[in-house]
């Protein structure tokens, strides 16, 4: 690296690092030991999605890893990520398990039920919103819903 680029260790590692294995154990400290002796890549996102990627442990291995290793706060945006429609619709077969694996987490971290947002997205008919604001007790209805009530 004579170059007179200084990279930080992530992109080292991310540019040296022959395949993940590797990548994590330079995040580590143990691989590119000549030239970031001693160093090791913070905690982050990044981190925590190769550590469960290589290491295995799924969600909750994942979760562990963001919260308690590199003390993020707890968003919705990490249920997303580790959740991701990956191009599919969520009224396609594969999209709605995405959303209910979404919701679940959403429970699970940050203690939020199935919302109108939720069934905005997992219905393909408006008609079929009504049923769904009542099975979760969403008081937050449509005016369609509103009016319907009464």
Same mark, same amino acid.
């Given at each position: 690296?004579?170059?007179?680029? #200084?990279?930080?260790?992530?992109?080292?590692?991310?540019?040296?690092?022959? #395949?993940?294995?590797?990548?994590?154990?330079?995040?580590?400290?143990?691989?590119?030991?000549?030239?970031?002796?001693?160093?090791?890549?913070?905690?982050?996102?990044?981190?925590?999605?190769? !550590?469960?990627?290589?290491n295995?442990?799924?969600?909750?291995? !994942? !979760?562990?890893?963001? !919260?308690?290793?590199?003390?993020?706060?707890?968003?919705?945006?990490?249920?997303?990520?580790?959740?991701?429609?990956?191009?599919?619709?969520? #009224?396609?077969?594969?999209?709605?398990?995405?959303?209910?694996?979404?919701?679940?987490?959403?429970?699970?971290?940050?203690?939020?039920s199935r919302?109108?947002?939720?069934?905005?997205?997992?219905?393909?008919?408006?008609?079929?919103?009504?049923?769904?604001?009542?099975?979760?007790?969403? #008081?937050?209805?449509?005016?369609?819903?509103?009016?319907?009530?009464?």
């Amino acid at each position: 690296m004579d170059s007179g680029v #200084n990279p930080t260790l992530l992109e080292a590692c991310g540019l040296f690092a022959t #395949n993940r294995t590797r990548q994590l154990l330079c995040y580590e400290g143990k691989e590119l030991t000549t030239y970031a002796k001693g160093q090791t890549v913070p905690y982050s996102i990044e981190y925590c999605s190769l !550590f469960v990627y290589v290491n295995g442990g799924g969600q909750k291995g !994942f !979760f562990e890893c963001i !919260f308690q290793k590199a003390k993020l706060p707890v968003e919705k945006k990490y249920c997303d990520m580790f959740y991701s429609y990956g191009g599919n619709a969520t #009224n396609s077969t594969f999209g709605l398990i995405v959303l209910e694996k979404r919701y679940d987490c959403y429970k699970e971290h940050l203690n939020i039920s199935r919302d109108r947002e939720y069934c905005d997205l997992s219905l393909s008919k408006e008609s079929d919103f009504y049923e769904c604001a009542i099975k979760y007790e969403i #008081n937050d209805k449509p005016d369609y819903c509103i009016w319907k009530e009464k």
